[in-house]
């Protein structure tokens, strides 16, 4: 089955097309990483997946995410651990008081918080240490949301996914506002998970697209410019061109940086 497959998709905001012409297919235990300069319609194409906005049917087009054109959002939620700044940020505002385990368990019924009428079987309690412990953060489970780095909320924001068993991981840079140390410990956490689950990856950081990850789609000109091997569209070409500046592209253990600004 497909996680995502996209042909021929127009979509955007009002009278603007964002992203034009969007085919893009996704197979389960591929990891992809989604490439472009700000403002090329990364977080929109995110958007699209998560169906806060939708095609334009001025055309055909298929949308098809895990083999379904229809999906309720609440299922889709469960299949696909989404993790955006913007749920992020909602939690660090609305759920301040929340301990680490609470926002893991959260996740059972995809709420913000866990409140007095939800029911959690031993199962579903079980079920949330045992994500805690497979992502390494048992010693957040009594730390409070607002005494979190941004770094421990976004392991206990992935944690909340991790509890439905997603086929998929989505994840829009989410090594925002993190250190130096804390990006590579997020990414270390993210190969592990690429283990279990399918990464796709929305960067602009090389560095971080991990060995695991193959697969790349560039978005340029308000499209998807390339997509396929990560080895073939990796290039110095390619990335001038999607960051519209010159660079230069190097590759080391199959880690890519970019070496110098020529
Ligand atoms: N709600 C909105 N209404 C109108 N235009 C929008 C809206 N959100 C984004 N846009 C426009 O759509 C285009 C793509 O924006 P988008 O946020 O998808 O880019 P991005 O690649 O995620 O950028 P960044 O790397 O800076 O986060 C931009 O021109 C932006 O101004």
């Known amino acids: 089955m497909d996680i995502i497959d996209f042909e021929n998709i127009n979509v955007g905001y009002d009278e603007k097309i964002v992203l034009k012409d969007i085919t893009l297919k996704i197979k389960e235990k591929e990891h992809w990483a989604i490439l472009g300069a700000n403002g090329s ?11 806060e906005i939708h095609p334009r ?4 087009f298929k949308k098809e995410i895990l083999g379904k054109s229809t999906y309720s959002v609440f299922e889709l939620r469960k299949n696909l651990g989404i ?6 940020n909602y939690f660090a505002r609305e759920a301040s008081f929340l301990t680490g385990y609470k926002v893991v368990l959260s996740g059972h019924y995809s709420s913000v918080g866990v409140f007095a009428f939800q029911d959690f079987s031993e199962e579903q309690l079980s079920k ?12 957040l489970t009594s730390k409070k949301v607002n005494e979190m780095s941004t770094g421990e909320l976004r392991k206990c924001i992935v ?3 991790l509890i439905h068993n997603p086929k998929a991981f989505i994840l829009d840079e989410p090594t925002v506002g993190l250190d130096i140390k804390a990006q590579i410990n997020f990414i270390k956490m993210l190969k592990k998970l690429s283990k279990e689950a399918s990464i796709i990856l929305v ?3 090389l560095e971080e697209i991990f060995e695991e990850i193959t697969k790349v789609a560039l978005i340029h000109n308000n499209t998807i410019f390339k997509s396929g091997d990560k080895k073939d569209l990796l ?11 010159k660079l230069h592209l190097n590759e080391k253990n199959d880690r890519y940086f970019i070496e110098e600004i020529l």
């Open 235 to 245: 290039t110095s070409e390619n990335l001038s061109t999607i960051f519209d500046t």
């Open 159 to 161: 944690g909340r996914a």
């Open 128 to 139: 949330a240490k045992e994500v805690m412990k497979f992502l390494e953060i048992e010693h």
């Open 57 to 60: 049917r001025t055309k055909p």
């Open 203 to 205: 960067t602009h950081h």
């Open 41 to 51: 319609g990364k977080s929109t194409l995110m958007k699209l997946i998560q169906s």
């Open 83 to 88: 993790i955006t700044n913007d749920l992020h």
